[in-house]
Protein backbone atom coordinates (compact mmCIF):
# COMPACT_ATOMS: atom_id res chain seq x y z
CA UNK A 1 0.00 0.00 0.00
CA UNK A 2 1.14 3.62 -0.85
CA UNK A 3 0.85 4.73 2.86
CA UNK A 4 2.84 2.17 4.26
CA UNK A 5 5.39 2.85 1.96
CA UNK A 6 5.34 6.72 2.60
CA UNK A 7 5.65 5.86 6.29
CA UNK A 8 8.85 3.59 5.52
CA UNK A 9 10.43 6.53 4.27
CA UNK A 10 9.61 8.26 7.02
CA UNK A 11 11.04 5.88 9.67
CA UNK A 12 13.67 3.58 8.08
CA UNK A 13 16.90 6.15 8.91
CA UNK A 14 15.63 5.67 12.72
CA UNK A 15 14.66 2.16 12.29
CA UNK A 16 17.48 0.97 10.85
CA UNK A 17 19.64 2.99 13.20
CA UNK A 18 17.99 1.12 16.50
CA UNK A 19 18.19 -2.16 14.59
CA UNK A 20 22.29 -1.87 14.00
CA UNK A 21 23.21 -0.75 17.95
CA UNK A 22 21.30 -4.22 18.60
CA UNK A 23 23.72 -6.12 15.89
CA UNK A 24 26.85 -7.72 17.25
CA UNK A 25 30.30 -8.49 14.61
CA UNK A 26 28.35 -11.96 14.54
CA UNK A 27 24.51 -11.91 15.14
CA UNK A 28 23.34 -9.19 12.29
CA UNK A 29 19.61 -8.61 11.71
CA UNK A 30 18.44 -9.99 8.09
CA UNK A 31 15.51 -9.26 6.03
CA UNK A 32 14.39 -5.95 7.96
CA UNK A 33 13.42 -3.98 5.55
CA UNK A 34 10.30 -6.90 5.43
CA UNK A 35 9.88 -7.36 9.29
CA UNK A 36 9.49 -3.02 9.01
CA UNK A 37 7.36 -2.65 5.95
CA UNK A 38 5.59 -5.95 5.82
CA UNK A 39 4.64 -6.83 9.56
CA UNK A 40 5.23 -3.83 12.19
CA UNK A 41 4.24 -0.42 10.10
CA UNK A 42 0.82 -2.88 9.32
CA UNK A 43 0.99 -3.19 12.91
CA UNK A 44 1.61 0.46 13.89
CA UNK A 45 -1.22 1.45 11.61
CA UNK A 46 -3.97 -0.98 13.58
CA UNK A 47 -2.82 0.38 16.60
CA UNK A 48 -3.29 4.18 15.60
CA UNK A 49 -6.89 3.20 14.88
CA UNK A 50 -7.64 1.68 17.87
CA UNK A 51 -5.97 3.92 20.06
CA UNK A 52 -8.89 6.38 21.09
CA UNK A 53 -8.65 6.54 24.92
CA UNK A 54 -4.95 7.94 26.24
CA UNK A 55 -3.37 6.23 27.28
CA UNK A 56 -3.53 3.28 25.18
CA UNK A 57 -2.56 0.85 27.22
CA UNK A 58 -0.53 -1.87 24.82
CA UNK A 59 0.95 -5.04 26.12
CA UNK A 60 3.62 -7.10 23.91
CA UNK A 61 4.35 -10.39 25.06
CA UNK A 62 6.91 -13.88 23.82
CA UNK A 63 9.19 -16.44 25.69
CA UNK A 64 12.67 -15.56 26.40
CA UNK A 65 15.00 -14.44 23.03
CA UNK A 66 11.72 -13.87 21.03
CA UNK A 67 12.58 -10.07 20.16
CA UNK A 68 10.33 -8.19 22.50
CA UNK A 69 12.37 -5.44 23.38
CA UNK A 70 13.83 -5.12 19.27
CA UNK A 71 9.92 -5.44 18.04
CA UNK A 72 8.24 -2.64 20.99
CA UNK A 73 11.30 -0.37 20.47
CA UNK A 74 10.59 -0.16 16.36
CA UNK A 75 7.10 -0.17 16.71
CA UNK A 76 7.78 3.06 19.51
CA UNK A 77 9.99 4.40 16.53
CA UNK A 78 6.89 3.88 13.86
CA UNK A 79 4.60 5.24 16.81
CA UNK A 80 6.34 8.56 17.07
CA UNK A 81 7.99 9.68 13.89
CA UNK A 82 4.63 8.69 11.79
CA UNK A 83 1.94 8.50 13.91
CA UNK A 84 2.83 11.50 16.49
CA UNK A 85 2.24 9.77 19.21
CA UNK A 86 4.00 10.33 22.80
CA UNK A 87 5.06 6.50 23.22
CA UNK A 88 6.73 5.56 26.82
CA UNK A 89 7.85 2.17 26.22
CA UNK A 90 8.72 -0.01 29.77
CA UNK A 91 9.80 -3.80 30.36
CA UNK A 92 7.85 -5.84 33.09
CA UNK A 93 11.75 -6.77 33.92
CA UNK A 94 12.38 -3.44 34.91
CA UNK A 95 10.10 -3.54 37.70
CA UNK A 96 11.87 -6.85 39.13
CA UNK A 97 12.10 -5.88 42.87
CA UNK A 98 15.45 -5.38 44.48
CA UNK A 99 18.12 -8.45 45.38
CA UNK A 100 17.99 -7.42 48.72
CA UNK A 101 13.69 -7.88 48.97
CA UNK A 102 14.47 -11.39 46.44
CA UNK A 103 16.44 -12.37 49.37
CA UNK A 104 13.70 -12.08 51.73
CA UNK A 105 11.40 -13.92 49.79
CA UNK A 106 13.75 -16.61 49.27
CA UNK A 107 14.12 -16.88 53.27
CA UNK A 108 10.54 -16.35 54.12
CA UNK A 109 9.05 -18.06 51.28
CA UNK A 110 10.84 -20.39 49.40
CA UNK A 111 14.66 -20.40 47.89
CA UNK A 112 13.67 -20.33 44.02
CA UNK A 113 12.15 -16.90 44.63
CA UNK A 114 15.87 -15.32 44.59
CA UNK A 115 15.47 -16.11 41.13
CA UNK A 116 13.93 -12.98 38.90
CA UNK A 117 11.43 -13.31 36.83
CA UNK A 118 8.14 -14.77 37.87
CA UNK A 119 5.26 -13.84 38.87
CA UNK A 120 5.49 -12.93 42.89
CA UNK A 121 9.24 -10.87 41.88
CA UNK A 122 8.10 -7.95 40.66
CA UNK A 123 6.76 -4.60 42.24
CA UNK A 124 3.33 -4.77 41.07
CA UNK A 125 2.44 -2.14 43.06
CA UNK A 126 4.78 0.28 41.26
CA UNK A 127 3.08 -0.55 38.07
CA UNK A 128 -0.50 -0.24 39.09
CA UNK A 129 0.08 2.98 40.85
CA UNK A 130 1.86 4.46 37.25
CA UNK A 131 -1.30 2.77 35.03
CA UNK A 132 -3.00 5.34 37.66
CA UNK A 133 -1.29 7.88 36.96
CA UNK A 134 -1.21 7.83 33.66
CA UNK A 135 -4.93 7.85 33.51
CA UNK A 136 -5.27 11.19 34.90
CA UNK A 137 -5.62 14.06 33.65
CA UNK A 138 -2.89 16.27 35.89
CA UNK A 139 -0.17 14.08 34.96
CA UNK A 140 2.36 13.77 37.74
CA UNK A 141 5.81 13.89 37.05
CA UNK A 142 7.39 10.29 37.81
CA UNK A 143 10.52 8.08 38.11
CA UNK A 144 10.23 4.48 37.22
CA UNK A 145 13.14 1.62 37.43
CA UNK A 146 15.71 0.80 35.53
CA UNK A 147 16.78 -3.07 36.34
CA UNK A 148 20.28 -4.28 35.17
CA UNK A 149 19.94 -8.00 34.16
CA UNK A 150 23.97 -8.15 34.35
CA UNK A 151 24.60 -6.97 38.16
CA UNK A 152 21.19 -8.75 38.98
CA UNK A 153 20.05 -5.42 40.83
CA UNK A 154 18.26 -1.94 40.25
CA UNK A 155 20.18 0.53 38.92
CA UNK A 156 20.82 3.78 41.18
CA UNK A 157 17.99 5.89 41.18
CA UNK A 158 19.43 8.80 39.49
CA UNK A 159 19.68 6.42 36.29
CA UNK A 160 15.90 5.88 36.22
CA UNK A 161 13.13 6.42 33.55
CA UNK A 162 11.75 10.38 34.07
CA UNK A 163 8.43 10.33 32.74
CA UNK A 164 7.36 14.19 32.49
CA UNK A 165 4.57 14.52 30.47
CA UNK A 166 1.25 11.20 30.33
CA UNK A 167 1.90 9.49 26.91
CA UNK A 168 -0.52 8.73 24.36
CA UNK A 169 0.88 5.44 24.23
CA UNK A 170 2.31 2.46 27.14
CA UNK A 171 4.24 -0.36 25.64
CA UNK A 172 4.48 -2.83 28.52
CA UNK A 173 6.46 -5.29 27.40
CA UNK A 174 7.61 -9.00 29.19
CA UNK A 175 7.95 -12.62 28.44
CA UNK A 176 4.82 -13.18 31.27
CA UNK A 177 2.79 -10.43 30.49
CA UNK A 178 -1.05 -11.39 29.99
CA UNK A 179 -0.26 -14.78 31.43
CA UNK A 180 -2.97 -16.01 32.98
CA UNK A 181 -3.04 -18.61 36.22
CA UNK A 182 -3.18 -22.38 36.24
CA UNK A 183 -5.90 -24.45 38.26
CA UNK A 184 -4.53 -25.56 41.16
CA UNK A 185 -4.64 -28.95 40.26
CA UNK A 186 -2.33 -28.19 37.45
CA UNK A 187 0.43 -27.62 39.65
CA UNK A 188 0.61 -30.96 41.31
CA UNK A 189 2.06 -32.53 38.72
CA UNK A 190 5.85 -31.58 38.31
CA UNK A 191 6.63 -29.38 34.97
CA UNK A 192 10.76 -30.30 34.86
CA UNK A 193 13.22 -31.78 36.70
CA UNK A 194 13.36 -28.46 39.26
CA UNK A 195 10.03 -28.25 40.59
CA UNK A 196 10.57 -32.02 41.16
CA UNK A 197 13.59 -31.77 43.10
CA UNK A 198 13.39 -28.33 44.18
CA UNK A 199 9.54 -27.82 44.74
CA UNK A 200 8.34 -30.97 46.50
CA UNK A 201 6.00 -29.30 48.80
CA UNK A 202 4.26 -27.65 45.67
CA UNK A 203 5.05 -23.95 47.96
CA UNK A 204 6.96 -22.21 44.78
CA UNK A 205 4.15 -23.01 42.34
CA UNK A 206 1.61 -22.16 44.62
CA UNK A 207 2.88 -18.65 45.26
CA UNK A 208 3.69 -17.85 41.80
CA UNK A 209 0.35 -19.04 40.81
CA UNK A 210 -1.58 -17.43 43.29
CA UNK A 211 0.60 -14.29 42.32
CA UNK A 212 -1.08 -14.11 38.74
CA UNK A 213 -4.60 -15.09 40.16
CA UNK A 214 -4.32 -11.94 42.11
CA UNK A 215 -1.81 -8.56 41.39
CA UNK A 216 -0.76 -10.01 37.54
CA UNK A 217 -4.76 -10.21 36.99
CA UNK A 218 -5.36 -6.91 38.25
CA UNK A 219 -2.48 -5.48 36.20
CA UNK A 220 -2.96 -7.15 32.79
CA UNK A 221 -6.44 -5.99 33.24
CA UNK A 222 -5.60 -2.47 32.77
CA UNK A 223 -4.34 -3.12 28.97
CA UNK A 224 -6.45 -1.79 25.85
CA UNK A 225 -4.78 -4.83 24.29
CA UNK A 226 -2.15 -7.73 23.92
CA UNK A 227 0.65 -8.83 21.28
CA UNK A 228 2.00 -12.08 21.33
CA UNK A 229 5.13 -13.36 19.68
CA UNK A 230 4.89 -17.16 19.27
CA UNK A 231 8.02 -18.98 18.93
CA UNK A 232 7.90 -22.88 16.97
CA UNK A 233 9.15 -24.34 20.70
CA UNK A 234 10.47 -24.25 24.11
CA UNK A 235 13.41 -25.61 22.70
CA UNK A 236 14.09 -22.41 19.97
CA UNK A 237 13.71 -20.05 23.18
CA UNK A 238 16.35 -21.88 24.69
CA UNK A 239 18.55 -21.08 22.05
CA UNK A 240 17.69 -17.88 21.87
CA UNK A 241 18.00 -17.20 25.62
CA UNK A 242 21.56 -18.84 25.06
CA UNK A 243 22.17 -16.08 22.43
CA UNK A 244 21.08 -13.04 24.82
CA UNK A 245 23.35 -13.95 27.43
CA UNK A 246 26.30 -14.19 25.07
CA UNK A 247 25.10 -11.08 23.56
CA UNK A 248 24.67 -9.22 27.23
CA UNK A 249 28.68 -10.33 27.84
CA UNK A 250 29.82 -9.26 25.28
CA UNK A 251 27.86 -5.89 25.94
CA UNK A 252 29.51 -5.65 29.33
CA UNK A 253 33.07 -7.17 29.14
CA UNK A 254 34.64 -4.44 30.50
CA UNK A 255 32.35 -4.55 33.46
CA UNK A 256 33.71 -6.50 36.72
CA UNK A 257 31.36 -8.40 39.55
CA UNK A 258 28.74 -9.33 36.99
CA UNK A 259 26.12 -12.66 37.17
CA UNK A 260 26.28 -13.24 33.49
CA UNK A 261 24.99 -16.71 33.30
CA UNK A 262 26.67 -19.89 31.71
CA UNK A 263 24.91 -22.56 29.67
CA UNK A 264 24.28 -24.89 32.58
CA UNK A 265 22.91 -21.41 34.55
CA UNK A 266 20.27 -20.84 31.71
CA UNK A 267 19.20 -23.95 30.95
CA UNK A 268 18.03 -24.10 34.97
CA UNK A 269 17.10 -20.35 35.34
CA UNK A 270 14.47 -21.31 32.04
CA UNK A 271 13.38 -24.06 33.95
CA UNK A 272 11.61 -21.33 36.90
CA UNK A 273 10.51 -19.63 33.35
CA UNK A 274 9.21 -23.32 31.68
CA UNK A 275 5.39 -24.00 33.46
CA UNK A 276 3.92 -20.47 32.58
CA UNK A 277 5.58 -19.86 28.67
CA UNK A 278 3.99 -23.77 28.17
CA UNK A 279 0.77 -21.99 29.06
CA UNK A 280 0.64 -19.19 26.72
CA UNK A 281 2.26 -20.81 24.19
CA UNK A 282 -0.94 -22.86 24.06
CA UNK A 283 -3.50 -20.25 25.19
CA UNK A 284 -2.59 -16.93 24.97
CA UNK A 285 -3.34 -16.90 20.93
CA UNK A 286 -6.53 -17.36 21.95
CA UNK A 287 -7.03 -14.06 23.83
CA UNK A 288 -4.02 -11.98 22.28
CA UNK A 289 -5.13 -9.64 19.74
CA UNK A 290 -2.43 -9.68 17.59
CA UNK A 291 -0.45 -12.80 17.38
CA UNK A 292 3.25 -12.29 15.75
CA UNK A 293 4.40 -16.03 14.44
CA UNK A 294 7.99 -16.64 14.78
CA UNK A 295 9.74 -18.79 12.28
CA UNK A 296 13.60 -20.84 13.73
CA UNK A 297 15.62 -17.50 12.37
CA UNK A 298 14.18 -15.16 15.03
CA UNK A 299 11.90 -13.52 12.17
CA UNK A 300 8.32 -12.62 11.49
CA UNK A 301 7.07 -15.29 9.67
CA UNK A 302 3.17 -14.02 9.91
CA UNK A 303 0.54 -11.70 11.77
CA UNK A 304 -2.91 -12.68 12.62
CA UNK A 305 -5.37 -10.37 13.55
CA UNK A 306 -7.63 -11.62 15.92
CA UNK A 307 -9.16 -8.10 17.17
Given at each position: ???????????????FKFIKSQE????????????????????????????????????????????????????????????????????????????????????????????????????????????????????????????????????????????????????????????????????????????????????????????????????????????????????????????????????????????????????????????????????????????????????????????
Open positions: MKIYNECYNVVKKKCTSKEKFKNKEKMIKRHLIPVSFWISEKCKSRPYFIGLAGGQGTGKTTISSILKIILTNYFKFNVFKISIDDFYKTRKDRIKLSKNIHQMLLIRGVPGTHDIKMMLDFFKNAKKKKFKKTKLPLFDKSIDDRLPKYKWYEIKKRPDVIILEGWCVGAKAQRNQKLIKPFNSMEKTMDKQLKWRKFVNYNLQTSYKKLFKQLDTLLYLKASSFGQLRKWRLKQEKKLKIQTKNKKNLKIMDKKDVISFMQTYQRITDNMFKNAPKYASIIMNLNSSHQIKSVIYKK
